[in-house]
């Protein structure tokens, strides 16, 4: 398969290139043009049937598996133009793809195909004592607006859930992946077109760079919703910025507390999986907070560990009193307690009671995800009952904050607002809703 990166497409067809220096309207006129073919596209999938879109979305990951030596030949490119760009380690493990995560990838699109169906499903329903018989049944957004950073496998993922879900997107991948997303991008679409789905369904305007990007978050009317997925800055500038509705992805500042009753030997795996088993990832902990009747038998042991598994650790005067001789803890400052890392980097601090970890964690958490490590019930419920994030894991790894682990099969974005959606983002957050009502010549009195 191959992808051109000359120009733009000028006919209507999927563009794959950055134009040479366009003006801001010929930008907005080209986007909308994307925008107008995507809503069209998804009046077609809206009544597409489960059969079909499971079809598609198990030939879609076929695709991706014979084209595997494609897409990690672009990804290459990537690859090398971020490591000379200085991208951060973290930051290129997202990016990286090999046969090997394609498998995955694709996996996750059969996983999808074999979930339930949403369109359609009722909510609630009855019949009203004057006869009317109504139905709040779950129907698609339409069009969703993907905009996200150095991250080719939420390409799939986007499409995977949009398809089963009866949504088209349009997405806007960064300038890192861009390469990999191009060829993704037309993979996808030939086998879309393969299957007699509109090509439509799934397109990009990374070929308009970051004024693409803009004109994507002021589609309104065209674009149902947007997600934005990345980092803060990129996060805070669509949400800020855009005119479509969003539904705010948040970075994951996220704490592990080991309460004073922690069994060490439950404690330690679950913070070494929640630090080191992939730190580019924003169910990564990023603070270890431990009480302080807990610190003289947890700490030492813990600090060894991290440090063994490389793991640079920023911890409080408490932490470097419990470090072993050989074990370096960087003295932290505010920075650390706000810093989501993306890397081998930790906070640490001793708190002396669990009234203080919380404190710490409504002042420095993102609202994404945090865990409690204890057997201590009632300390178990008042974290679940106080934290005020997403997701709470009790005595449990954060990396468990997961649209595949929570079973709800690949996930668009973790959800950190309050508002239609919160948490790990499945099929059912990409439906709205709509009232059906049946009558026999009513008529309001």
Not at 172 to 199: C, H, K, T, Y
Not at 244 to 258: F, L, R, S
Not at 310 to 332: K, S, Y
Not at 432 to 443: E, S, Y
């Amino acid at each position: 398969m191959t992808t051109s990166l000359d120009a733009p497409a000028t006919d209507g067809a999927q563009p794959s290139a950055v134009p040479a220096a366009p003006s801001a309207d010929d930008v907005t006129a080209q986007v909308l043009a994307v925008a107008r073919r995507a809503k069209e596209a998804s009046r077609a999938l809206a009544v597409a049937t489960r059969g079909a879109k499971d079809a598609a979305l198990h030939a879609l990951a076929d695709a991706l598996v014979a084209h595997a030596d494609a897409i990690v030949a672009a990804n290459a490119e990537d690859l090398d133009r971020g490591r000379a760009d200085g991208i951060s380690d973290g930051l290129l493990d997202r990016l990286a793809l090999t046969p090997a995560r394609i498998e995955a990838i694709a996996g996750a699109l059969r996983e999808v195909a074999a979930l339930p169906d949403p369109v359609g499903e009722v909510v609630r329903g009855s019949t009203l004592p004057n006869g009317l018989r109504m139905r709040q049944v779950r129907v698609p957004m339409g069009v969703v607006g993907m905009i996200y950073e150095a991250r080719p496998n939420v390409t799939v993922d986007a499409v995977g859930l949009t398809l089963k879900s009866g949504n088209a997107v349009v997405l806007r991948g960064g300038s890192a992946a861009a390469r990999s997303n191009a060829v993704i991008v037309d993979v996808l679409r030939a086998a879309l077109e393969a299957q007699g789905l509109p090509a439509d369904l799934v397109q990009s305007v990374d070929a308009w760079g970051r004024a693409g990007g803009v004109a994507l978050m002021h589609a309104r009317g065209l674009v149902d919703v947007l997600v934005p997925r990345g980092g803060a800055g990129l996060i805070q500038t669509v949400v800020r910025e855009a005119t479509v509705p969003v539904i705010e992805t948040g970075v994951g500042n996220v704490h592990v507390y080991v309460d004073a009753t922690a069994d060490p030997a439950v404690a330690l795996p679950i913070l070494l999986n929640a630090k080191t088993q992939r730190v580019g990832v924003c169910n990564a902990a990023e603070t270890l907070l431990v009480h302080r009747d807990a610190a003289d038998a947890f700490l030492p042991s813990a600090l060894t560990a991290l440090a063994e598994a490389g793991v640079t650790l920023h911890g409080d005067a408490a932490t470097a009193e419990a470090a072993p001789a050989g074990v370096e803890v960087v003295p932290a400052t505010d920075e650390d307690w706000a810093t989501e890392y993306l890397s081998l980097d930790l906070a640490v601090r001793v708190v002396d009671d669990l009234d203080a970890a919380l404190e710490h964690i409504r002042t420095w958490s993102s609202g994404h995800t945090e865990a409690i490590v204890t057997r201590d019930l009632a300390a178990s419920e008042r974290f679940v009952a106080e934290v005020d994030s997403a997701a709470v894991m009790v005595n449990a790894s954060t990396r468990f904050t997961d649209g595949g682990q929570l079973g709800l099969g690949a996930e668009i974005g973790i959800s950190t607002q309050k508002l239609h959606a919160r948490g790990p983002m499945g099929l059912g957050e990409l439906t709205t809703t709509k009232w059906v009502v049946h009558g026999d010549g009513h008529v309001r009195p």
